[in-house]
């Protein structure tokens, strides 16, 4: 890619799972890679057990509001990866797909939703690690 890959996570609310792929994608990327995410039915804030996780490796997504997934952001991403849309997610030729299946830490607890922020930070790492080998 002559240009800086562009990552959509995307999750029903957009207050969890995508979040906390967003922040840790972000983080480990440096600036280079563009990163959004969204939801097919946003939440009205971020699930509180997925920050308090993530606060625990020292990222901060409190601040963050959950948005409505859009057309215009798969039209501009060159990786969308789902968490549990299901077919609320646009499908455009030439992108390319993939569909995370992890438990939503909705409702859930810090112990529960410890395991899952475990499993986003290794999908993003071996994401990163991907979209960089393929960069040059």
């Not at 952001?73 to 077919?87: F, K, L, N, R």
Request: charged share 25%; hydrophobic share 40%; aromatic share 4%.
């Amino acid at each position: 890619m002559s240009t800086k890959p562009e990552v959509l996570f995307v999750c029903v609310h957009n207050a969890g799972r995508s979040q906390m792929a967003a922040a840790l994608l972000q983080h480990y990327a440096l600036g280079r890679v563009n990163v959004r995410s969204a939801g097919s039915a946003p939440a009205d804030q971020v699930n509180p057990a997925a920050a308090r996780a993530l606060a625990e490796l020292g990222l901060d997504i409190t601040a963050e509001v959950p948005s409505k997934l859009t057309t215009e952001d798969v039209e501009a991403s060159d990786v969308v990866i789902t968490m549990g849309c299901g077919d609320t997610c646009p499908v455009f030729p030439g992108k390319r797909y993939l569909d995370w299946e992890l438990e939503d830490p909705a409702g859930q607890g810090l112990d529960a939703v410890r395991p899952i922020r475990d499993d986003i930070d290794r999908r993003v790492r071996a994401l990163l690690s991907e979209l960089l080998d393929t960069e040059d």
